[in-house]
């Protein structure tokens, strides 16, 4: 395999990006100047340097602690518990400024069409419930995409919760103040908030 192949297999495993756009990625990089190319490799390596994943919602950030600020800060109310898919999705919600609970980052949705669960982190979910529940759970809001992924993401995390037979938890879904169809991180603020506000 030569460079420029190599390079287009590379971007081929890209989410969402075939053979022609991973060639089109890799004519452009070559068109363009080294001090480009340069800066692209720079960033690449520092998401290994300076990037950590928190132990606690699982989102990259790159603080100066293992445990992100969000899950840090003691003025967060750990009576509620946002499971969202992506870390845009957290920022989307964190950005709008209602919400104060807490959060925890799955990490995707559910595929329809191989309905395949791989890379969620469904059982790290599970497993850092019971330290919620000392912690005061009370509430667990799914603020997955309002599409049909999201729908079968949010029935499976359902189910998942009530197995662990805690009558006093909660389970409510973002109200559909969003349009179907429409993915959170796009969301305005308002919508988010009325979207938190209608949960159900
Ligand atoms: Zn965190």
């Known amino acids: 395999m030569d460079s420029i192949e190599r390079l287009t297999a590379l971007f081929e495993k890209f989410p969402g990006i075939g053979p022609r756009q991973a060639q089109r990625f890799v004519q452009y990089l070559l068109r363009s100047s080294p001090a480009l190319r340069r800066e692209l490799l ?11 994943q928190c132990p606690e919602c699982m989102r990259y950030h790159s603080g100066k602690t293992k445990i992100c600020a969000i899950c840090s800060n003691p003025e967060r109310d750990s009576q509620y518990l946002a499971v969202v898919a992506s870390d845009a999705d957290l920022l989307a919600l964190e950005k709008s400024g209602t919400y104060k609970g807490r959060y925890f980052v799955l990490g995707g949705t559910i595929s329809l069409a191989s309905e395949k669960t791989d890379g969620l982190r469904i059982k790290q979910l599970l497993d850092s419930m019971p330290s919620r529940v000392k912690s005061g759970l009370k509430e ?19 189910e998942e919760c009530r197995d662990l037979r805690n009558p006093d938890i909660k389970v409510t879904m973002l109200g559909r103040g969003l349009s179907t169809g429409s993915e959170l991180e796009y969301a305005d603020p308002e919508t988010i908030k009325s979207a938190l506000e209608s949960r159900r």
């Open 42 to 52: 720079n960033a690449i390596q520092s998401l290994t340097r300076a990037v950590i």
């Open 140 to 158: 667990i809001i799914l603020a997955f995409p309002a599409n049909p992924e999201g729908d079968a993401t949010a029935v499976r995390i359902r």
